[in-house]
């Protein structure tokens, strides 16, 4: 499923993308996720300066104008690493340009606010920490609670550094997320970041349809947009 979706977005945007097959939870909580996507990340910009084990990126790939992009999980993953890229460097002259999150996963507003992703995901475990979704602490049982900045960017003193220069944000009229992935937007704006946030609402559709409809006329839409926030000129 994935696979054929990023097929079509490199079709479609002529770009080049590496798909990151990091470590799932529970066998593999978090940091797990973060650890391996960092550090393929480090590894395709070792292909900058044309001396990387991978010829085909070495030859092609434009490391000036490096992307990162994700859905729900991805799309945490996606700011986090942004994050990091802010406060540590990519090196080797790479640029993060831009990231773009897809209906991402972060937490509440607040620890008051009931959540609506409890569900079962952690076999109807009720919950521990105040504000703190079941299915995060299914993922990361380590998690110190509302306040873990991995999925509270209020909680991130660091979030003015994200290093990049632009951010799409996209969300879903009917996505359970929807709020947060609105929240994430608002609280950007807010925190002193240099860069361009811009956010885009698909109406009447739910978590990831992108995904299972791919040739509807929604999807297209965010295709489309999609990859015209990564062509974009940059001054």
């Known amino acids: 499923m994935y696979h054929n979706y990023i097929t079509s977005l490199v079709l479609a ?36 300066d044309g ?9 092609h790939a434009d490391f000036r104008r490096v992307f990162l992009a994700g859905d729900s999980a991805g799309g945490n993953i996606s700011h986090n690493l942004a994050v990091q890229a802010g406060v ?49 602490l299914y993922v990361c049982p380590t998690t110190s609670g509302f306040n873990d900045r991995r999925m509270n960017p209020a909680a991130d003193e660091r979030l003015w550094r994200l290093g990049c220069d632009k951010v799409l944000v996209c969300v879903a009229e009917k996505d359970v997320l929807r709020e947060r992935g609105w929240f994430y937007y608002e609280t950007l ?26 040739s509807s006329e929604r999807a297209v839409n965010l295709m489309t947009r999609i990859v015209s926030f990564i062509n974009q000129e940059f001054v």
């Open 13 to 48: 945007g002529q770009v080049i993308a590496v798909s990151v097959d990091y470590r799932l939870a529970p066998e593999n909580p978090l940091p797990a996720a973060y650890e391996d996507s960092w550090t393929a990340l480090q590894w395709a910009v070792s292909h900058s």
């Open 189 to 214: 704006g807010k925190s002193g970041w240099n860069g361009e946030a811009v956010i885009m609402e698909t109406e009447g559709e739910k978590h990831v349809f992108h995904l299972f409809e791919p």
């Open 88 to 136: 540590d460097g990519l090196g080797g002259g790479a640029k993060l340009r831009g990231i773009c999150l897809i209906h991402p996963y972060f937490g509440r507003k607040s620890e008051h606010d009931v959540g609506k992703v409890d569900g079962n995901i952690s076999g109807g475990r009720p919950e521990e920490r105040p504000g703190v979704d079941n299915r995060w």
């Open 51 to 59: 001396q990387g084990s991978e010829p085909w990126l070495n030859d």
